[in-house]
């Protein structure tokens, strides 16, 4: 069992869905974001293309963050989902350093989205419970996915651009997506087996 | 993937509710989820229960909590204590409760009304859906004609709207995803960005994309649709019609493609027309003749077969000589060559040809499709336009003559083509409501079956010396008018005899200020106000004019039993399910904002106008037998919506039904979806009623000076260029020009800052788009602040970014961004104001339709100082 | 049969009165009041109704006992109590 994603670049629109809809579920704090849509041009005018590229955590298989945690804050789960136990961690960010994605955050010091005006009735249920002091990250909408839902991205991608599900079944909707599509991942020559693959445009 | 879909409590004791209501971050109301919890909302997701956005929410969406809890919200009742009002003066607010401000508002109009009701100007917000039935219903009881919906109406609805009414019985046109093969957007991004039906569009898109429909973008930007597109054709700004005319001559001149079957039947392509541009008519019955070929006579186009009427040909009738109007186009349609287009759009002369051809064999002419075991005509082309083709001068002809690429192949309504949303409906199979179907009206041309208001496009009315503000009543195919805001309109009422002045302005959430054109034209028509009462969720630079605001409830506070009705409007097209969704409330205020509804009821209770209220919720709801609202009854809000649903679905699914299911749905019937070919009316490919109405309001305004340009009144499209293109600056180089960004709506959202966020981490949200060789040319490097400044000395500044995704003579720029304010302090100072750069009078609106032309020719000057 | 026309709106206002009840021949049409109607108020009056002459504005919305009508062919009908008309202008356009 190892839980995966596979992003459809031809579906994708660019509308930041995944990073917001991410956002609300989290409510992770101003500058923290477990998921990203970065945007990119290729080419020169009037050939020119331009590529949304929704970006998150890739759970890699050998996770350069996990290998350099000393604390063992970060860790992989059983299931393949690599995760921030916020207790142990002490903030050193040697993590982040790892990191050949950049996909991890460190939370300096508590912060709201309106400065000087003390959290909101929702950052109060929702971001005060993120500690300061620590790194943060995604790790698949671990509790959504273990009440049998699915990741916030992915349930609420207006474009329905993302997949999830295990990638060790040959036969779930994501590997096979992978195989048909020829997914690839984000700088395979580093080997650390990202489990987030895109489909090509 | 659990499926919510009704309230349901998620554990025991605590408050923990999942609530189904409907979005309000823009007009595309997707239907919601609310998850509140001990009293505070913590989620907002998509109801996968509803068609209307399928579970899914646009970046917008997801975020509205940010917006909900912005504790710069007003949550008062205001009163300005200076008198003095103009852009950045403090207007004093004091709090003052509900009753003061209403008693004062109250009083007011009373007067008004009692001495002329015509002195009230109702704005409202485009954002808001759900304020537009309860100001319609205030406007109509109180009896003023004098509306306006800022600028959200002023700059898209114009063409689209009024085109797309008379053209698809539609407020609006979108690809047939399912089944479409070839679309061709221009200046368009429905599936792509915000708008009508906006996630389930997205959804519907990207299903056609993977299924291989090939997709042209037309636009002189490479973003959203463009960059999903099979093929960007960057082009001049403005001129869209130039190659919709050349696609449209290479098909019918140059390779003979056409839908002769359609053209005879579904349109006036067949009437005969007479050499003073008119439709030749029976003497009997005045109705248009066309030439029966069978007979070889000249018959009412009712009398003839279709399939004998001449499409082409010259003919005498009475002595007359007289051609098909198809035969006319065919003519007029030789000049336009992808040569001649070349120069004019910058498109290359070759990629015209093959992108007209591409559109005519992609048609299919002559094949149909079985859908759900009904035979239905198979058209897998569209062409679409929107905002960025039709707000120009020339706003009637470009958005035409994108059209008539739709209509020359048959693709109009048909399976796979170009459809409008919804534009015929059965009802729901229990009680048959809601009912509408188009139907044909004067000269057996279609009249639209639903719309969003009661002018319905066609019939058009008779111009007459004004009685509205906004001259709609003079300019007739005007829906939004810049004659309410307008540097000359002192100058238009005077020439046109206006019995009256508007003295307060009743404004429901728009920011004029920001939203229309310069803020200096803008402000100096809201100071001339008597007295402005403003329903409000922030303060914007707008508020600052008022002498009152009413804080209002928000989307998730307040209710609404029509979110997406008409269906014209934010319904997905095509096959699939209908839906009626509501919106209910799923917290209580925090302060004392009440419902802009309920607010409205209660001023006329206390004006005095209660039965007209009533019989206007009546009319406009279209509320029968027990449900009808009874003259002297003062009811709720509520109890309103409860009457209509009820009237719709029957009397045991009234408000509390909804409340507890969120929606009611049901399947679509191809002979709904595609309704043209199983309804007998006809479109205008040649708009012979225009000549007669340039003449008409000619006859008007040119003895009262206001000379009126024939030229745009002709019955077949033509390119005329924008003044920009006509500036002879030789500093003034580029054509400024803004789009709509993904992550905000009007300039409403940079408020929130979850949005704020990510639209300053995005390189275009908030900055110039400039085409990098341009810049290098000029000496800008990426992220240099400029000015940049019309020939009326008109100047914004904003930091460049220079990318190779758009047009050389293009700059780019996202929203109505550039808040000054303090009341939205988020916002403040985001983004670049486009808008600061647009004139706003006659010379700069068309002559036909009154849309603003939204490009202009501009300087780009590096800002002094270092670079960022 | 007795008619009350009842005005709402601008035409109330118009009218300076919101209840207008006549005596009509039975088997009396919508055309009809308005034809009564231009008697007591006048030309400009009902040519607020009319976008053409025999044809109403697509924004003048007429009641007859309580049920929407299209045309001005619609008969009145009475039931031994008055029968009921209500006339209503919608003006406002919508845009954007």
Redesign the interface.
């Known amino acids: 069992m190892r839980w995966g994603m596979a992003i459809?670049l031809?579906?994708c629109?660019?509308?930041?869905?995944c990073?917001?809809?991410c956002?609300?579920?989290h409510g992770t704090p101003?500058?923290v974001f477990f998921a990203?849509v970065l945007?990119q041009?290729e080419?020169?005018?009037?050939t020119?293309?331009?590529?949304?590229l929704p970006v998150l955590c890739f759970h890699c298989d050998d996770p350069p963050c996990v290998d350099v945690c000393p604390t063992e804050a970060s860790f992989k789960w059983p299931d393949g989902v690599v995760d921030i136990d916020a207790e142990k961690c002490v903030g050193c960010r040697a993590c982040m350093m790892a990191c050949p994605y950049t996909q991890r955050y460190y939370h300096d010091e508590e912060q709201f989205?309106?400065p000087g005006?003390g959290p909101?009735?929702?950052?109060?249920?929702?971001s005060q419970r993120h500690e300061a002091g620590v790194v943060m990250k995604c790790n698949f909408c671990r509790d959504r996915v273990r009440?049998?839902?699915?990741p916030a991205c992915v349930?609420?991608?207006?474009?329905?651009?993302r997949y999830f599900g295990d990638l060790d079944d040959p036969t779930s909707e994501v590997s096979r997506l992978i195989k048909d599509r020829g997914g690839y991942t984000l700088h395979p020559e580093l080997g650390t087996g990202p489990a987030v693959y895109y489909l090509p445009p | 993937m659990e499926v919510v879909s009704e309230v349901t409590p998620t554990c025991g004791a605590r408050d923990d509710v999942w609530i189904p209501s409907t979005c309000g971050l823009c007009y595309g109301t997707c239907s919601i989820l609310a998850h509140r919890v001990d009293e505070v909302l913590i989620k907002l997701e998509g109801n996968p229960d509803s068609a209307v956005g399928k579970g899914r929410l646009c970046g917008k969406g997801v975020s509205g909590l940010m917006t909900h809890y912005d504790p710069n919200r007003v949550r008062v009742p205001l009163r300005r204590t200076n008198p003095v009002k103009g852009i950045g003066i403090d207007p004093g607010w004091k709090e003052i409760s509900w009753d003061e401000a209403l008693d004062e508002v109250a009083e007011r109009l009373r007067k008004l009304r009692a001495e002329d009701p015509r002195k009230l100007f109702i704005q409202r917000t485009t954002t808001v859906t759900s304020s537009r039935t309860p100001m319609q219903v205030f406007a109509g009881a109180f009896g003023t004609p004098n509306r306006s919906s800022a600028g959200g109406g002023l700059h898209c609805g114009n063409g689209a709207h009024l085109i797309s009414g008379i053209m698809h019985a539609s407020w609006s046109v979108v690809p047939d995803f399912q089944y479409c093969n070839y679309a061709v957007y221009f200046g368009a991004s429905k599936g792509h960005g915000a708008g009508h039906a906006s996630c389930s569009n997205m959804g519907m898109a990207a299903d056609a994309r993977a299924r291989g429909m090939k997709m042209v973008v037309v636009d002189p930007m490479c973003n959203f649709a463009a960059a999903k597109a099979t093929e960007w054709v960057p082009l001049r700004v403005g001129t869209d019609a130039a190659l919709a005319l050349a696609m449209c001559n290479v098909m019918v001149n140059e390779l003979g493609i056409f839908d002769a079957p359609y053209l005879r039947a579904k349109t006036n392509a067949a009437y005969l027309i007479g050499p003073d541009k008119l439709y030749m008519r029976d003497v009997a019955s005045g109705k248009p003749l066309v030439w029966d070929s069978s007979v070889n006579e000249a018959r009412a186009y009712d009398a003839a077969k279709p399939d004998d009427m001449a499409l082409e040909g010259d003919f005498t009738v009475n002595g007359v000589s007289c051609r098909p109007a198809f035969q006319l186009l065919k003519t007029h349609l030789a000049r336009f060559t992808p040569e001649w287009a070349e120069p004019i759009t910058t498109i290359p002369a070759k990629d015209i040809r093959r992108l007209g051809t591409e559109f005519g064999h992609e048609a299919r002419v002559g094949s149909t499709i079985v859908i759900e075991g009904v035979t239905v005509p198979y058209r897998p082309v569209a062409a679409i336009a929107f905002r960025g083709s039709q707000g120009h001068m020339n706003s009637v002809y470009n958005f035409l003559a994108v059209d008539l690429l739709n209509q020359l192949v048959g693709s109009a309504d048909m399976a796979g083509g170009c459809l409008g949303f919804n534009p015929a409906s059965h009802g729901h199979p229990e009680t048959g409501r809601p009912r509408y179907i188009p139907k044909p009206g004067p000269d057996g041309l279609m009249v639209t079956g639903s719309w969003m208001a009661h002018h319905v496009p066609y019939p058009i009315r008779e111009p007459r010396l004004p009685e509205e503000l906004g001259m709609q009543d003079l300019f007739v195919l005007c829906q939004t008018s810049p004659f309410s805001d307008s540097a000359d309109r002192e100058e238009m009422w005077k020439k046109f005899e206006l019995p009256y002045r508007p003295e307060i302005l009743l404004n429901y959430g728009t920011n004029l200020l920001m939203s229309i054109a310069n803020r200096e034209t803008v402000a100096k028509s809201l100071t001339q106000f008597k007295f402005i009462v403003s329903f409000d969720l922030f303060l914007t630079e707008s508020s600052e004019f008022a002498d009152i605001v009413l804080p209002d409830c928000d989307y998730l506070e307040s209710v609404d039993s029509r979110p997406n009705f008409p269906f014209i409007f934010s319904l997905p097209g095509g096959m699939g399910e209908w839906c009626w969704p509501i919106k209910q409330p799923t917290v209580k205020p925090e302060g004392e904002q009440r419902r802009s509804s309920e607010v409205l009821i209660e001023l006329a209770d206390r004006i005095g106008m209660r039965e007209d209220l009533n019989a206007a919720y009546n009319a406009i709801l279209k509320l029968e037998g027990p449900f009808r609202l009874q003259s002297d009854r003062k009811y709720s809000y509520e109890e309103v919506c409860d009457a209509e649903l009820k009237t719709n679905f029957g009397a045991e699914r009234g408000l509390e039904w909804f409340k507890n299911n969120g929606l009611i749905k049901w399947p679509k019937k191809p002979e709904e979806v595609y309704w043209r070919h199983f309804v007998d009316v006809r479109v205008p490919i040649y708009w012979e009623f225009l000549p007669q109405l340039g003449e008409k309001i000619a006859a008007l305004a040119e003895p009262r000076g206001l000379k009126i340009p024939r030229h745009y009144y002709e019955p077949l499209p033509d390119w005329i260029p924008c003044p920009a293109h006509d500036d002879p600056g030789s500093d003034r180089d580029l054509f400024a020009f803004y789009y709509r960004d993904i992550i905000h709506t009007n300039s409403f959202t940079m408020e929130n800052p979850w949005l704020d966020e990510a639209a300053r981490l995005d390189p275009f949200s908030y900055t110039i788009a400039m085409n990098a060789e341009t810049g290098r040319r000029k000496g800008i490097e990426d992220g240099d602040e400029v000015w940049i400044e019309s020939r009326a000395g008109r100047r914004v500044k904003g930091i460049v970014h220079l990318t190779e995704a758009v047009h050389p003579e293009g700059l780019g720029i996202a929203a109505c961004a550039g808040h000054w304010g303090d009341g939205m302090p988020i916002a403040k100072g985001k983004g670049v104001f486009f808008n600061d750069l647009l004139e706003l009078d006659f010379d700069h609106v068309s002559p036909v339709n009154l849309n603003l032309d939204l490009c202009v020719k501009v300087k780009v000057t590096r800002a002094k100082g270092a670079r960022r | 049969m007795i008619v009350n026309v009842r005005l709402f709106g601008i035409l109330g206002i118009l009218a300076n009165q919101r209840l207008v009840a006549f005596e009509m021949e039975s088997g009396a049409t919508v055309g009809d009041v308005l034809a009564e109607l231009e008697k007591r108020f006048g030309r400009e009056f009902v040519d607020r109704i009319f976008r053409v002459p025999g044809e109403m504005h697509s924004y003048c919305q007429v009641f007859v006992n309580d049920a929407q009508v299209n045309g001005l062919e619609t008969k009145l009908k009475s039931n031994g109590s008055p029968a009921e008309v209500g006339i209503i202008l919608l003006m406002a356009s919508e845009g954007g």
């Not at chain 1, 629109?13 to 869905?17: F, H, L, M, N, V």
């Not at chain 1, 909101?120 to 929702?126: D, F, K, L, N, S």
């Open positions: 459809d031809k579906r629109i660019g509308c930041y869905g990073q917001l809809s956002k609300a579920e101003p500058g990203r945007k041009e080419g020169r005018y009037p020119v293309r331009q590529l949304f989205y309106f005006n909101t009735p929702y950052e109060r249920a929702r009440a049998g839902k699915q349930a609420n991608c207006p474009a329905i651009a």
